[in-house]
């Protein structure tokens, strides 16, 4: 039996995604296997569509014709299909969500037993990476982003901000001289970043002025949640995201510091996804839970106690 929608729903995959091993994961086939619908589209058809090289692909111009109003009818049939699978109520099949690590460490992990249990049709791809992902091209249905938004393309829903935290053990403050101003930070011990040395400059407002503060000490690492756990051994000062120490400092592990001279603006944090006129159940279902969840955003809540500038 020929399966015209399988076909047209690759061929159009291919062109959107610029690519069989792109197109492959959000269609759940192998690129042998999109290759060999689209192949069979064109044999059916008696043209070529795609002219395909080692690199790239291209259309052709029976293919640009046939593009436009293939892409016109797998959208009807996906808004179809999603409208009817929100009859049903019950978001299925795989979600895949990526986010950086400290973010999937420190929020989601805790709450995504709740949203499977709450959907049992669903499978979850949980993809924590700080770089950042092609959605597109590795089939991403959402991605939690923090930072200003640089592709216009993609819906965002904002779900909150973040800022860094300067914060130490207590056991580190404990008998070591009071941290009255952002100057003493040069007479303390501060875990630093190996790699991306430009976060060793905390800055600060003092004296009504923005200023850098060049902070040193014996440790030295890559990524922000090693940093933490060392902290948290009192080996140091740090500087993290607030979504990162924000339990740490509600249980007393972690005291913040220096809150009265804090100079960032807020970072946005949004959930991203592709523009569609009807979204899949499944994303709007994560998109809710979400919200539901960080509205207010906890690590805002559990990140902002009295300032504290000394030794407890």
């Known amino acids: 039996m020929i399966d015209h929608a399988s076909e047209m729903s690759a061929f159009v995959r291919v062109v959107d995604s610029k690519g069989l091993s792109a197109a492959a994961p959000s269609l759940g086939l192998t690129p042998s296997a999109v290759s060999k619908l689209v192949t069979r589209l064109e044999t059916r058809l008696g043209v070529r569509l795609l002219q395909r090289t080692t690199r790239a692909i291209s259309l052709t111009e029976e293919g640009?014709?046939?593009?436009?109003?293939?892409?016109?009818i797998v959208g009807e049939i996906e808004t179809l299909e999603g409208q009817i699978s929100r009859r049903s109520g019950a978001p299925h099949g795989l979600l895949k969500v990526t986010t950086s690590l400290a973010f999937s460490t420190h929020q989601l992990a805790p709450v995504i037993a709740e949203f499977l249990e709450r959907y049992p049709l669903l499978q979850l791809e949980l993809m924590p990476t700080d770089r950042v992902v092609d959605m597109i091209e590795e089939g991403v249905d959402i991605a939690i982003r923090i930072g200003r938004l640089a592709d216009t393309?993609?819906?965002?829903?904002?779900?909150?901000e973040d800022v860094r935290l300067v914060?130490?053990?207590p056991s580190y403050l404990r008998n070591r001289r009071p941290?009255?101003?952002?100057?003493?930070l040069t007479r303390h011990s501060c875990i630093v970043s190996r790699d991306r040395t430009y976060l060793n400059r905390w800055p600060f407002r003092i004296d009504g002025e923005i200023r850098e503060i060049e902070v040193g000490g014996r440790v030295a690492v890559t990524e922000g949640e090693a940093q933490m756990r060392l902290a948290l051994q009192g080996l140091g000062i740090v500087r993290l995201t607030r979504l990162t120490v924000a339990s740490a400092i509600k249980n007393g592990e972690l005291v913040s510091l220096l809150e009265e001279f804090r100079a960032e603006q807020p970072i946005p944090i949004h959930a991203v996804y592709p523009h569609r006129r009807h979204l899949a159940p499944k994303v709007t279902a994560f998109i809710d839970f979400i919200l539901e969840k960080f509205t207010p955003p906890p690590w805002e809540v559990l990140g902002s106690p009295p300032s504290k500038s000394g030794n407890p």
């Open 179 to 184: 941290l009255q101003r952002p100057e003493d």
């Open 64 to 72: 640009e014709a046939f593009y436009a109003t293939a892409r016109r």
């Open 167 to 169: 914060c130490a053990s």
């Open 153 to 160: 393309s993609f819906m965002a829903r904002k779900i909150g």
